[in-house]
T-cell receptor
Framework: GQSLEQPSEVTAVEGAIVQINCTYQ??????LSWYQQHDGGAPTFLSY????GLEETGRFSSFLSRSDSYGYLLLQELQMKDSASYFC???????????FGKGTKLSVKP | EAGVTQFPSHSVIEKGQTVTLRCDPI?????LYWYRRVMGKEIKFLLH????????ESGMPNNRFLAERTGGTYSTLKVQPAELEDSGVYFC?????????????FGPGTRLTVT
């Protein structure tokens, strides 16, 4: 089967840096995505890694190591509005559905 | 450009009743997905349409769930009869091209409560 593991909760202060890890087990690998979901809102796409290395998008970066079946989302210069749940996800096939981790609830404190 | 919309936003029904959820994807998006999140658990895939055809319905829990996508535009998900375990948030998502299915645009969800 396919599964993803990520921490359930992370707490950090404004202005800090936080890293959310994700390890996965898949029968086939088609890249790792990250989504953000605020309470009561829709999951929103943040980033995608198909190849090893770091992808940077503003304050957010995502890293992938395919040999370790591991990735992380790095959030810098944390703001209160970053308080949300963050999900890593892999695709069920090359053109298919997303398989999500259980999500990491990030709380940013003043 | 309008995003993915879902109706209703909330629905409370009694066990044994029928509920129909609707999703309008982003215009021009051929791929439409349904997902469900039961409280405290991960978001789980239900099924995938490409235009009006069901590409993958491996995530549908049982035959009480019926999904349609008329003319390849909007989609409906009917639960009949509803059971207590069907409670959760039902999300719809769309993507323009299957090759880019790693980036899906989600609707705000329908929160279904079965009492």
């Amino acid at each position: 089967g396919q599964s993803l593991e990520q921490p359930s909760e992370v707490t950090a202060v404004e202005g800090a840096i936080v890293q959310i890890n994700c390890t996965y087990q898949t029968s086939g690998f088609y890249g790792l995505s990250w989504y953000q979901q605020h309470d009561g809102g829709a999951p929103t796409f943040l980033s995608y890694n198909a190849l090893d290395g770091l992808e940077e998008t503003g304050r957010f970066s995502s890293f992938l190591s395919r040999s370790d079946s591991y990735g992380y989302l790095l959030l810098q210069e944390l703001q209160m509005k970053d308080s949300a749940s963050y999900f890593c996800a892999v695709r069920g096939g090359s053109q298919g559905n997303l398989i999500f981790g259980k999500g990491t609830k990030l709380s940013v404190k003043p | 450009e309008a995003g993915v919309t879902q109706f209703p936003s909330h629905s409370v029904i009694e066990k044994g009743q029928t509920v129909t959820l609707r999703c309008d994807p982003i215009s021009g998006h051929d791929n439409l997905y349904w997902y469900r999140r039961v409280m405290g658990k991960e978001i789980k895939f239900l099924l995938h349409f490409v235009k009006e055809s069901k590409q993958d319905e491996s995530g549908m829990p049982n035959n009480r769930f019926l999904a349609e996508r008329t003319g390849g535009t909007y989609s409906t998900l009917k639960v009949q009869p509803a059971e207590l375990e069907d409670s959760g948030v039902y999300f719809c998502a769309s993507s323009q091209d299957s090759d880019f299915s790693y980036e899906q645009y989600f609707g705000p969800g329908t929160r279904l409560t079965v009492t």
